[in-house]
T-cell receptor, first 115, second 112 residues
Framework: GEDVEQSLFLSVREGDSSVINCTYTDSSSTYLYWYKQEPGAGLQLLTYIFSNMDMKQDQRLTVLLNKKDKHLSLRIADTQTGDSAIYFCAEGEGILTGGGNKLTFGTGTQLKVEL | NAGVTQTPKFRVLKTGQSMTLLCAQD?????MYWYRQDPGMGLRLIHYSVGEGTTAKGEVPDGYNVSRLKKQNFLLGLESAAPSQTSVYFCATTQGGSYEQYFGPGTRLTVT
């Protein structure tokens, strides 16, 4: 079955860049996502990328996709204390397959931003 | 516009007891999902529904049942709770053709 892996923890200083990495196994993944979970809350979509793209930039967020190595990364520029959260990578089969747009989530990376 | 709500927020059950978790959405979304979140394991899909009256199994369906009698509600039932079902349960919804799943705030369940 599909497998999505992430490192569990990342600590950075405020103002530095954060890079959160993810690897996945399902080569048929059509979409790859980054979700953010703040303490005591549900998940919120940050950004997503189609599998035929290499990069996507959205304000402070940059997503890089290496499809050959099945590696996805999320870079947060100028990291702030408000970015402290758990970040989940997820992969999905797509929205038009009729399969319910099911997602497979990684284990999540706890990002801690220190002053 | 409440989005996705979950009831209850917290619950403690004894082994063998039963309960139902309710997910309600006011966005008229077709698809609804139930996940469980455990430390170090991310979110795992329990059951999902692609429309009123339909349900399907996800990755970890054993010990759970679901129903989608109304489009806006998705119920998750535990017939005989076990300590292994201690977890945080999240409901999510999406519209067919949309990329984003919208999550509820979660239900923290402890089974003793």
């Amino acid at each position: 079955g599909e497998d999505v892996e992430q490192s569990l923890f990342l600590s950075v200083r405020e103002g530095d860049s954060s890079v959160i990495n993810c690897t996945y196994t399902d080569s048929s993944s059509t979409y790859l996502y980054w979700y953010k979970q703040e303490p005591g809350a549900g998940l919120q979509l940050l950004t997503y990328i189609f599998s035929n793209m290499d990069m996507k930039q959205d304000q402070r967020l940059t997503v890089l996709l290496n499809k050959k190595d099945k590696h996805l990364s999320l870079r947060i520029a100028d990291t702030q204390t408000g970015d402290s959260a758990i970040y989940f990578c997820a992969e999905g089969e797509g929205i038009l397959t009729g399969g319910g747009n099911k997602l497979t989530f990684g284990t999540g990376t706890q990002l801690k931003v220190e002053l | 516009n409440a989005g996705v709500t979950q009831t209850p927020k917290f619950r403690v059950l004894k082994t063998g007891q039963s309960m139902t978790l309710l997910c309600a959405q006011d966005m008229n979304h077709e698809y609804m999902y139930w996940y469980r979140q455990d430390p170090g394991m991310g979110l795992r899909l329990i059951h999902y529904s692609v429309g009123e009256g339909t349900t399907a199994k996800g990755e970890v369906p054993d010990g759970y049942n679901v129903s989608r009698l109304k489009k806006q509600n998705f119920l998750l039932g535990l017939e005989s709770a076990a300590p292994s079902q201690t977890s945080v349960y999240f409901c999510a919804t999406t519209q067919g053709g949309s990329y984003e799943q919208y999550f509820g705030p979660g239900t923290r369940l402890t089974v003793t």
